[in-house]
């Protein structure tokens, strides 16, 4: 079992949508949990960085982290034409960290 | 802003050349990584660097070396490129001393192909 599973999609909606996407993390100890943009060609970008569980916003960003679950969330709020990208979720605890392969977002005009 | 800079956007290499590959961060991170990342195979670690002069082997080692002389500089070092070693890498920095668990901060990537 990976470390990190997450849906590599393609995930397509249209432009306004509530996005949803997902990971699930097989150690109950992890504790810092992260989302990155990666647009096509460039390399990731961090978008959020939460410890422990909870809930944590920015802008139109939430990320959510279920520990009991061991379930992570970045929800996007009226979606737009600029989040088109690859999200990757990440994880770590200690001195390992591990990435989720990312999941393609598509949000059409 | 942390910024992570990579010498090359783009590079096209010969089979059986030895290809260098730099990365600078400007935020006086202790951590500095190398990762390569292939299409269905997500980011795969090479090496890490947790200090100058520090190296350990990440999850796919062979075929690399890498080099810390300075702080702010990591470099990635293909001995004898190879076609299976056309790919997309990126470089990272952490802060945290004898902690690696810091969130990370990547470079623009080098797409590498190997002719």
């Known amino acids: 079992q990976k470390e990190v599973e997450q849906d590599p999609g393609p995930l397509s909606v249209p432009e306004g949508a509530i996005v949803s996407l997902n990971c699930t993390y097989s150690n109950s100890a992890f504790q810092y949990f992260m989302w990155y943009r990666q647009y096509s060609r460039k390399g990731p970008e961090l978008l959020m960085y939460t410890y422990s569980s909870g809930n944590k916003e920015d802008g139109r960003f939430t990320a959510q982290v279920d520990k009991s679950s061991k379930y992570i969330s970045l929800f996007i709020r009226d979606s737009q034409p600029s989040d088109s990208a690859t999200y990757l979720c990440?994880?770590?605890?200690?001195?390992?960290?591990?990435f989720g392969t990312g999941t393609s977002l598509t949000v059409i005009p | 802003d942390v910024k992570v800079t990579q010498s090359s956007r783009y590079l096209v290499k010969r089979t059986g050349e030895k290809v260098f590959l730099e990365c600078v961060q400007d935020?006086?991170?202790?951590?500095m990584f190398w990762y390569r990342q292939d299409p269905g195979l997500g980011l795969r670690l090479i090496y890490f660097s947790y200090d100058v002069k520090m190296k350990e082997k990440g999850d796919i080692p062979e075929g690399y070396s890498v080099s810390r002389e300075k702080k702010e500089r990591f470099s990635l070092i293909l001995e004898s490129a190879s076609t299976n070693q056309t790919s997309m890498y990126l470089c990272a920095s952490s802060s945290g001393t004898g902690f690696l668990g810091a969130e990370q901060y990547f470079g623009p990537g080098t797409r590498l192909t190997v002719t």
């Open positions: 990440a994880t770590s605890h200690g001195n390992q960290f591990y």
């Open positions: 935020m006086d991170h202790e951590n």
